[in-house]
């Protein structure tokens, strides 16, 4: 690990601490898994901690999470920088603001721990629904991988926002990213102030709602100049990714990451290729390593940047040996193709020599993801004739999507693993917590806590997953 300063937490912890020196005003609603984000932004804001601006951040909880999205769309109207964090169901009920925002210039960041919607039933655990309901809304869109994505790819979003003029989405899986705990690298406030915009800052302000400048916004149109002002915004979209690029290499050179919009990991001259998005990306690297050990030329695209999408990155990031490609999508639209899998085959679309693109499906409402899984879609992109619109992770005995998982498992040498059951109220995890982080903050090894919750809470069945040791996990 380098000489930078590290401390354990948890992904919710990760983007409120990011979040919080960009941020104004929070308009908030809590809602499970993005509750913490929140709290924690309110509880340093009631002990004075101040933001980059030197004021603490003023914390708006309304009634719904439609009331938190019109105070944040208002409060960026009135020239201050406001976040939100939300999720799941909370995140619909800002779609119509979220319009707005968007084509009114507005730099907002919604932090969103990705989760399920209620369709058959509802679940509170993770999956990347309720992001997918977004993408035509005009924001940009992150995805972190990891609890140390969270704090460099949060800081690229409220950075990107405040230049570019546009508001982002900043998202990552609801619990097996927000409530897993790491130990990793912080960004200092320093660091920070030295790579914001302020000329944007101030010129954001100036636009402000003033009695003082009187301007006219949120009119309407009729056809003979809406299609030619809701195309007006192309120019804003077209810059934003290089500076998008900007930030990623400005926190790339301080942190001796490798930020790009498509991470290309794997072998140079791999055949068979995973494209994915999210925490599925760290059991995909994983089991790359273990299968190139093993001889076999396999590599996965990690999605960065979602929205704007853009085409030619993606195929400057697949090695041209690559025969054929699964797409990976946490989300299910009944009917249709999975959405990554559709802006996958579309940056082939004009390609004559294109790779076989395959859709897949896994770990809706955070059903477990594992190498056992990923060794199967390997498996199935080396058959003849390959499954598509398959999924895995699950025995579909109705319609019969799913792959067959084999007995696979990855070596972890020199790391040691625990396993603890509890019940919910009983004290397990929170015992596991302690141990995890002083672990992390006390001693030079790595560590990582994930936990596996019962939807009943207090009295249902919890368990504790623990991991240490001398090698990043």
């Not at 590290?6 to 992904?11: E, F, H, K």
């Not at 320093?190 to 009187?214: G, I, K, Q, S």
């Not at 069945?461 to 090698?471: N, W």
Request: proline letters at 5%.
């Amino acid at each position: 690990m380098s000489n930078r300063r590290t401390q354990t937490m948890d992904g919710n912890t990760a983007a409120a601490y990011i979040s919080y020196p960009f941020t104004e005003v929070a308009a908030i609603f809590p809602i499970t898994p993005s509750s913490p984000m929140a709290e924690l932004t309110d509880a340093w804001a009631a002990q004075g901690k101040k933001n980059l601006f030197g004021a603490p951040v003023r914390v708006v909880e309304m009634q719904s999470e439609g009331g938190a999205a019109g105070a944040l769309h208002g409060s960026l109207q009135g020239g201050a920088l406001t976040t939100t964090y939300t999720a799941s169901q909370g995140l619909l009920l800002m779609i119509p603001n979220m319009y707005k925002i968007a084509g009114e210039l507005l730099p907002a960041v919604f932090h969103v721990s990705a989760r399920s919607l209620a369709s058959n039933s509802l679940s509170i655990f993770g999956d990347h629904q309720d992001v997918m309901a977004t993408r035509q809304t005009g924001f940009a869109m992150l995805a972190s991988s990891s609890v140390q994505d969270v704090m460099n790819l949060g800081a690229v979003a409220h950075l990107s926002a405040i230049e570019a003029r546009l508001p982002f989405i900043h998202f990552f899986d609801g619990f097996r990213t927000s409530h897993e705990i790491q130990k990793i690298e912080l960004l200092e406030q320093e660091e920070l102030a030295d790579m914001l915009d302020w000329e944007a800052v101030e010129a954001f302000r100036h636009r402000a709602l003033n009695p003082d400048h009187p301007q006219l916004r949120g009119m309407t149109h009729n056809p003979d100049v809406f299609f030619q002002l809701r195309e007006a915004v192309n120019p804003f979209v077209d810059a934003l990714p290089g500076i998008v690029r900007k930030y990623m290499d400005k926190i790339n050179a301080i942190t001796g990451k490798d930020y790009k919009f498509f991470n290309y990991y794997g072998h140079p001259e791999a055949d068979r290729l995973i494209v994915v998005m999210g925490s599925g990306a760290s059991v995909v690297e994983e089991t790359i390593d273990e299968l190139m050990r093993r001889g076999e030329k396999v590599g996965m695209v990690n999605v960065r940047l979602y929205r704007p999408f853009l085409p030619e990155k993606l195929l400057e990031a697949v090695p041209a040996s690559v025969k054929r490609i699964a797409v990976l999508d946490r989300t299910k639209e009944p009917g249709a193709c999975d959405p990554l899998c559709l802006d996958v085959r579309n940056a082939y679309a004009s390609k004559a020599d294109a790779p076989a693109i395959y859709a897949g499906r896994y770990g809706l409402a955070s059903k477990d993801f594992t190498p056992a899984q990923v060794l199967a879609v390997f498996d199935n992109l080396a058959v003849e004739q390959p499954r598509d619109n398959f999924t895995v992770g699950i025995i579909d005995d109705v319609t019969h999507t799913s792959l067959e998982v084999k007995d696979f498992h990855v070596a972890a040498e020199g790391q040691t693993a625990c396993k603890f059951w509890g019940f919910g109220s009983d004290g397990t995890v929170g015992a596991n917590k302690l141990a995890v982080k002083i672990i992390g903050d006390h001693t030079d090894m790595y560590s990582q806590a994930y936990f596996a919750y019962d939807s009943r809470k207090s009295g249902g069945v919890t368990i504790s997953h623990l991991r240490f040791g001398s090698r990043p996990i």
